[in-house]
């Protein structure tokens, strides 16, 4: 059984949850997250916190513990404080900018990329930096890794769309006679 879920996971003051049947509902200040729970895996409010424990004795039941106990600490801290990624963008002629809810990206192509921002999330477009914010996590981290994907980084010259803190591997390249 996952050392996450041994322990009830404690309810921050700014935070309400609610369960029924089959969801996990979790308010805050942030927003409202709902999350479907698995039927081998049961969730419960107890004086200290949360607790979440396996149904029966399945293999699979013990492995969706300690995935339902991080999603349920994700969703609180989503709703209280929030998750922010931070993509940098290098090279020549790439930038991007922000148009009400939708992102425009000129990334040497022939043509501009146009994508829609979700509902939920703020982005917001510096000259070499875009952020991503919101209370989803797997919402945040999902957008970030679409707008990733467009332009990757290549590795002898490092220009392309990169996480900040990311550290692109590069190579050397041809050499001269």
């Given at each position: 059984m996952?050392r ?8 921050p ?8 049947d ?9 927003g409202?997250l709902?999350k479907p ?5 049961s ?15 399945s ?14 600490k994700?969703?609180f ?5 929030g998750?922010?990624?931070k ?5 020549v ?18 043509h ?8 939920g999330l ?11 914010e919101g209370h ?9 890794a ?5 332009k990757?980084p290549e590795?002898?010259k490092?220009?392309?769309?990169r ?8 190579k050397q ?5």
């Open positions: 996952s996450l879920a041994k322990q009830p996971i404690a309810i003051p700014k935070a309400e949850i609610s369960i029924s089959n969801s996990i509902v979790v308010k805050g200040p942030k409202t709902t729970t698995h039927r081998l895996v969730v419960e409010v107890v004086p200290e916190g949360v607790q979440v424990a396996v149904r029966g004795t293999l699979e039941g013990k492995a969706l513990v300690g995935t339902y106990a991080s999603h349920v994700n969703m801290k989503g709703v209280t404080e998750y922010t990624k993509l940098l963008i290098e090279g002629g790439y930038k991007w900018d922000v148009a009400g809810t939708k992102l425009n990206l000129a990334l040497g192509f022939s501009p990329v146009h994508v829609e921002i979700p509902a703020t982005v917001k477009a510096d000259k070499g930096a875009l952020t991503i989803d996590k797997e919402e945040v981290g999902q957008f970030a679409n707008i990733r994907a467009m990757k590795p002898y490092g220009k392309g769309i996480y900040d803190g990311e550290v692109i591997r590069r390249g041809k050499k001269a006679a």
